[in-house]
């Protein structure tokens, strides 16, 4: 019912034009009502008296009739077709915008491919709707109602006669609607099956190819279409049942006309004409129970579409600015975490977190895979909320602050990158689309990227395809940094996104960053010591805890799980050398 009343709140902003187009329905739909009592007229009182003064002017309203009906249904179909386009159209950009809003849960969730299948297949549901089940639904009704009340003053008797089977016919509409709703349910889901399967496939293309695994994936994909056929297949069953019954149930209408009228003929209680008139009016009757199941389903499958549709809306509610968000003071970069706990659904993988970044400070984060690092810095931007404690940039909570500046004052390198295919002047300058030649070429300097970008063909215009293929792990990583350096950023994260860079590289990226990051707070999240031993702090992470922290001076003379990866990684270093000095020797 919920699912019906937002049905028709989307098509609100046209109700006149609707209305309209209804109107022009009625005339239709009224000019039917009026023929058949012409031809009562005809064979009535035309034929007997052999009046032909009156047949031409009769035959020539009839002929005004049909004229009329064309013209009005021309006209309606064109204005139902626009405004079905018109409200996909709203609810599609409504649905994209919202899009953007979602938190990183609702993608967490979510399939691009099933996004893709809601954002066409079911879009198409609902204007099928709008643009010809609606008007059907209110033609089919509004003949049955009129004829039945025309028939009643015509004789009332036959009126009776014709509606015996309308209570089997209401009973086995209802049956119908019952199966087919979650055949079509059934339908939907897996169309985003299919659709996920295919996205993720062409997606993931080349690692299909690198294992050699086409064969599999072809066959997985064909047993999700073969699913999908039987789906439709079983719905077309389910639908074919019916037809035949409704078929049945229409025609006998016509035998029971004829014998009802035959007697009542006998009986004198009837005129010829009358019967004639009745039988243009049974047409309006049975049509309806005949496109009954039609109906059903075109509306079933909307509802069904809607319903997911509705369900995408209403998602994001948990992640949104308060009413009162504020911003703070002023945005120095100084982060607190105040026993942070957090839980992706019932699993809880950061415990009690605290710690104090202090503006200007070099954060490091270091740990095993898989100990929360990246989380841990996705609650900053409140990408995520917390389950217990607060995170507080600038001395305000951030569930307090304005998602946008927060946000835009912190600049995220991710652990891994996403270029648009665009250019890699656009893709650098994609926080500040405004941003002139000078800011992007610096941002690049100072990500040690401008060697390889004045090294391609096109410079910085050129073109990344999909997902930034054609450049390098470590080119894709600089051309991120440089991304989040343009932005100007008073907290920058750094998640592992110098890993694919060499070490000397690396270095120089550093000192770049610390010059015209001055007074910034930083945060570092790497596996080489090299990378965060001048940090302010290193916090050393094992299963969701900060374990240890301290400064690389203190953490080594703890001699505890830092101390232990310093010496992997030396004795990494001394067996190569080692290695190098036997194989010299
Ligand atoms: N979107 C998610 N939904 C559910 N669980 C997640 C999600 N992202 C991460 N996790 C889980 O949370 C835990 C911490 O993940 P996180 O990405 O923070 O680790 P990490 O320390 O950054 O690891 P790595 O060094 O491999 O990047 C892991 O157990 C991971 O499986
Ligand atoms: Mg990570």
Same mark, same amino acid.
């Given at each position: 019912m919920d699912t019906t009343k937002r049905l028709v709140g989307l098509m609100k902003p046209y109700k006149w034009r609707i209305a309209m187009a209804m109107l022009l329905q009625l005339v239709v739909i009224a000019s039917r009502m009026i023929a058949p009592l012409i031809q009562k007229s005809i064979v009535n009182d035309v034929i007997p008296h052999q009046d032909l003064d009156r047949l031409l002017p009769l035959c020539g309203g009839l002929m005004a009739l049909v004229l009329m009906r064309a013209v009005c249904t021309y006209r309606r179909g064109l204005t139902l077709e626009k405004v079905s386009q018109n409200v996909v159209y709203d609810l599609r950009t409504g649905l994209y915008r919202h899009m953007q809003e979602l938190p990183y849960?609702? $993608?967490d969730k979510h399939r691009i491919g099933e996004i893709m299948s809601r954002m066409t297949g079911? +879009?198409?549901? +609902?204007?099928?709707?709008?643009?010809?089940?609606?008007?059907?639904?209110?033609? %089919?009704?509004? %003949?049955?109602?009129?004829?039945?009340?025309?028939?009643?003053?015509?004789?009332?008797q036959l009126m009776l006669a014709l509606l015996i089977s309308a209570p089997i016919l209401a009973y086995t509409a209802w049956q119908f609607r019952k199966r087919i709703h979650p055949a079509f349910v059934n339908i939907r889901e897996q %169309?985003?099956?299919?659709?996920?399967?295919?996205?993720?496939?062409?997606?993931?293309?080349?690692?299909?190819?690198?294992?050699a695994r086409e064969p599999y994936e072809f066959e997985q994909f064909e047993k999700d279409n073969r699913k999908l056929l039987k789906l439709n297949l079983k719905a077309t069953w389910i639908?074919?049942?019916?037809?035949?019954?409704?078929?049945?149930?229409?025609?006998?209408?016509?035998?029971?006309?004829?014998?009802?009228?035959?007697?009542l003929i006998f009986y004198n209680k009837m005129d010829i004409g009358t019967l004639v008139a009745v039988n243009g009016y049974v047409w309006l009757i049975t049509n309806p129970m005949r496109q009954l199941?039609?109906?059903?389903?075109?509306?079933?499958?909307?509802?069904?579409?809607?319903?997911?549709?509705?369900?995408?809306?209403?998602?994001?509610?948990?992640?949104?600015?308060?009413?009162?968000?504020?911003?703070?003071?002023?945005?120095?970069?100084?982060?607190?975490?105040?026993?942070?706990?957090?839980? $992706?659904?019932?699993t809880e993988v950061l415990h009690d977190i605290s710690f104090t970044a202090e503006p200007g400070q070099t954060i490091a984060v270091?740990?095993?895979?898989?100990?929360?690092?990246?989380?841990?810095?996705?609650?900053?931007g409140r990408f995520y909320d917390v389950s217990g404690g607060s995170v507080r940039v600038d001395g305000v909570d951030v569930r307090d602050q304005k998602l946008a500046p927060l946000r835009s004052h912190i600049g995220y390198v991710p652990q891994e990158t996403f270029l648009f295919s665009d250019s890699l002047f656009e893709n650098i300058r994609f926080g500040r689309p405004d941003a002139d030649a000078a800011r992007v070429e610096n941002a690049a300097d100072v990500a040690q990227a401008t060697?390889?970008?004045?090294?391609?063909?096109?410079?910085?215009?050129?073109?990344?395809g999909e997902r930034g293929m054609g450049l390098s792990g470590g080119q894709k990583q600089r051309?991120?940094?440089?991304?989040?350096?343009?932005?100007?950023?008073?907290?920058?994260?750094?998640?592992?996104?110098?890993?694919?860079?060499?070490?000397?590289?690396? $270095?120089?990226?550093?000192?770049?960053?610390?010059?015209?990051?001055?007074?910034?707070?930083?945060?570092?999240?790497?596996?080489?010591?090299?990378?965060?031993? %001048?940090?302010?702090q290193i916090l050393v992470m094992k299963d969701g805890a900060i374990a240890e922290r301290g400064t690389h001076k203190e953490l080594l003379a703890k001699k505890g799980i830092y101390y232990q990866m310093v010496q992997d990684q030396y004795r990494d270093l001394k067996n190569v050398q080692g290695q190098e000095v036997t194989a010299n020797g």
């Open positions: 849960q609702f $993608y079911d +879009i198409e549901g +609902i204007r099928n709707l709008i643009a010809g089940g609606l008007v059907s639904v209110f033609d %089919n009704l509004l %003949n049955f109602v009129g004829a039945l009340i025309f028939l009643t003053f015509l004789s009332w %169309n985003a099956v299919l659709n996920t399967r295919t996205t993720e496939n062409l997606a993931g293309m080349r690692v299909v190819k690198a294992f639908w074919s049942d019916f037809v035949p019954l409704m078929e049945l149930l229409s025609g006998l209408c016509y035998p029971v006309m004829l014998i009802a009228g035959a007697v199941a039609n109906l059903v389903n075109m509306v079933t499958n909307a509802v069904t579409s809607a319903e997911k549709l509705f369900y995408y809306a209403d998602f994001g509610a948990a992640i949104k600015e308060k009413p009162q968000a504020v911003e703070p003071k002023e945005f120095k970069g100084k982060v607190e975490f105040d026993h942070v706990n957090f839980a $992706y659904g019932d270091m740990g095993a895979t898989g100990a929360g690092k990246s989380t841990l810095t996705l609650l900053m060697e390889f970008i004045d090294a391609m063909p096109d410079g910085y215009e050129t073109v990344v051309t991120a940094i440089a991304r989040a350096v343009l932005i100007d950023p008073t907290i920058l994260v750094m998640d592992d996104s110098t890993s694919a860079v060499d070490m000397e590289t690396e $270095y120089v990226i550093q000192q770049k960053l610390k010059k015209v990051l001055a007074g910034r707070t930083t945060f570092i999240i790497a596996h080489r010591i090299s990378s965060v031993k %001048n940090a302010d």
